[in-house]
């Protein structure tokens, strides 16, 4: 048998190997049924150890990829065709609206803090996936080393040692920055208000996604902002040319995008359309509010870059936080607001004076001492594997005409229905079965996406999760009838 893998002399063995096999599945070069060479051939043919050929046979078989059948060898199991077609997009919305929150929103909302609920609705990792001990070491340790115990107001622009480790950090997407740069805040929804707030007034128009995660239409009302909605592209992001005809009629004051595995899309823009959507924005001086909070999630082999890696005249403000990918209560957040530091500075010493003391310092001490690097590595790969799973648990148990995304990092799919199926109608059957999903409905500003649903990735696959998936296509169907 010919040899399938040219194998490099970098990483581990075994990952290079299943990642490989991987990628020749998804490519429908190895199909569903088909033999794989034995743990021994595959031994001989790349000059490996049988127990690496086997690691690298577990590892697909973790990924849902692969089944053992007993006596008889190893099996694709995995089938890209269900899940070839990604959903559709959606005509753009004509004209500007003031954003409204219904009832669906609120409904959706409450379900998902209800702890007898399977939550497919919330993209955050679940406790198994997160390094508890290790935090409440770092957490010991910092209050241990702090002369205050930490008791004291942090610095207005936030804790120097956290500062540090997010510059140094932003290297990884491209960034040059130093603790100079950074502000932190609770959370990343607080650097978005403050953003918000630095560079528009109340009347003004804000260009977002569409789709796009619900909180953000939180933020627009609150703020008594005006929304355009710019469609987004399940693999390239925004649509680049209706934003640059829009603004030629519009009066766009910002622009609040997710550049890396939107919400609820996952999308990613190729680098060469953030450089020209950076290049864009600077030149008509309008500010790229750019919300990276998924960065670090990704499922390939580097961290992809942000839009701030290309802003050389300060008019993009980065911001992000460690709610998606480490701590989500311990609310560290930051911005790198670029020539909006000071308004920035301005507004946060307004409204919280200072982000909390413990939490920041624990945060800035995981990171110095290596573990946020390892715990990262741990969940990209657990979160890779999960959302493998669940798309093919998406593919067996709904009705073939489903189309599902096919995102490379994130937490989230986003799934496109048949259009007799009203995906509220849908949540609120399945609620009563004990399962949260998030209606399309609310990811617009109009209840568009009627047909689509948002499912998460972030939770454990397991029994409970495979039944859910069960129940769901059983309403999916019966609704479809």
Not at 13 to 40: F, H, M, T, W
Not at 268 to 287: E, H, N
């Amino acid at each position: 048998m010919e040899t399938i893998f040219h194998l490099p002399d970098n990483d581990f063995l075994y990952a290079q190997i299943s990642g490989r096999i991987e990628k020749q599945i998804k490519q429908n070069l190895l199909k569903c049924g088909d033999k794989l060479p034995s743990v021994r051939a595959l031994s001989n043919e790349q000059g490996i150890s049988i127990s690496t050929a086997y690691k690298a046979y577990v590892e697909l078989e973790n990924m849902g990829m692969i089944e053992a059948r007993p006596k008889s060898g190893y099996y694709v199991k995995y089938s890209p065709s269900r899940s070839a077609k990604a959903p559709e997009i959606n005509p753009p919305l004509k004209k500007i609206e003031q954003v409204s929150v219904g009832e669906m929103i609120s409904m959706v909302y409450r379900n998902m803090a209800e702890e007898d609920v399977v939550r497919l609705s919330r993209s955050t990792p679940s406790l198994n996936l997160l390094p508890l001990a290790k935090l409440s070491k770092s957490m010991t340790e910092a209050i241990r080393k702090s002369p205050s115990g930490n008791v004291n107001y942090e610095k207005l622009q936030g804790n120097v040692s956290l500062r540090k480790q997010i510059a140094k950090n932003a290297f990884n997407w491209g960034g040059i920055h130093t603790e100079d740069d950074v502000v932190t805040t609770q959370g990343c929804m607080e650097a978005l208000v403050f953003c918000l707030r630095a560079v528009t007034k109340p009347g003004d128009t804000v260009a977002i996604e569409s789709p796009t995660f619900f909180g953000i239409f939180n933020i627009m009302l609150s703020l008594d902002l005006k929304v355009l909605e710019i469609p987004v592209n399940p693999e390239t992001g925004i649509d680049i040319e209706y934003l640059t005809q829009a603004m030629d009629k519009v009066g766009i004051k910002a622009c609040l995008f997710v550049s890396n595995f939107s919400n609820p899309v996952g999308s990613c823009m190729p680098d060469d359309r953030k450089q020209q959507l950076v290049s864009l924005l600077t030149a008509r001086q309008i500010p790229l509010i750019e919300d990276d909070i998924y960065g670090e999630i990704y499922f390939g082999k580097s961290r992809p870059r942000t839009c701030k890696s290309y802003d050389t005249e300060g008019w993009v403000m980065l911001c992000s936080s460690v709610s998606k990918s480490l701590a989500p209560g311990y609310r560290v957040g930051w911005c790198i607001p670029g020539r909006f530091k000071e308004q920035i500075i301005n507004l946060k010493m307004m409204h919280t004076i200072s982000s909390a003391t413990p939490t920041q310092a624990a945060i800035a001490h995981f990171f110095e001492t290596g573990r946020y690097d390892l715990h990262m590595r741990n969940l990209r790969k657990a979160l890779h594997t999960q959302c493998l799973r669940y798309t093919q648990a998406i593919a067996t148990h709904f009705p073939a005409d489903v189309k599902i995304s096919r995102p490379q990092g994130g937490y989230a799919l986003w799934i496109e229905l048949n259009k007799n199926i009203d995906a509220f109608e849908l949540y609120q059957a399945a609620i009563t079965q004990g399962i949260s999903i998030a209606p399309g409905q609310i990811f617009s500003t109009d209840a568009r996406f009627t047909n689509f649903i948002r499912i998460s990735f972030g939770f454990s696959y397991d029994d409970v999760v495979e039944q859910s998936f069960i129940v769901l296509g059983g309403l999916i169907k019966k609704m479809g009838q």
